[in-house]
Nanobody
Framework: QVQLVESGGGVVQAGDSLRLSCAASGRTFSTYAMGWFRQAAGKERDFVAS????????YHADSVKGRFTISRDNAKNTVYLQMNSLNAEDTAVYYC???????????????WGQGTQVTVSS
């Protein structure tokens, strides 16, 4: 199993940017595809972005395409989510996850972090 710890969340204004980080420990980070999901209050957990083991394949949800970018640094055991042009609809708890391939469904991923809150005020 891999342990995941997210950071970088906070309260920002609409139009601002944030970069989330997810630090991994435990088994070799580079053997995992990584994903970011988010869950707004009272709603299901939604896919945001995922990235393959070497970073060569990336997927982004249509709702964030062009605004958010997933990346990873295997030397630092860290995956990032750069979020630009934030709006109120992006308010949610953001979770990173590790799994065997860069899927878009939560069931693809077996290890999860505790989440970090992102609040965007309009």
């Amino acid at each position: 199993q891999v342990q995941l710890v997210e950071s970088g969340g906070g309260v920002v204004q609409a139009g601002d940017s944030l970069r989330l980080s997810c630090a991994a420990s435990g088994r070799t980070f580079s053997t995992y595809a990584m994903g970011w999901f988010r869950q707004a209050a009272g709603k299901e957990r939604d896919f945001v972005a995922s990235i393959s083991r070497n970073g060569g394949i990336k997927y982004h949800a249509d709702s964030v395409k062009g605004r958010f970018t997933i990346s990873r640094d295997n030397a630092k055991n860290t995956v990032y989510l750069q979020m630009n042009s934030l709006n109120a609809e992006d308010t949610a708890v953001y979770y990173c996850a590790a799994g065997p391939w860069p899927g878009t469904r939560p069931e693809t991923f077996g290890s999860w972090g505790q989440g970090t809150q992102v609040t965007v005020s309009s």
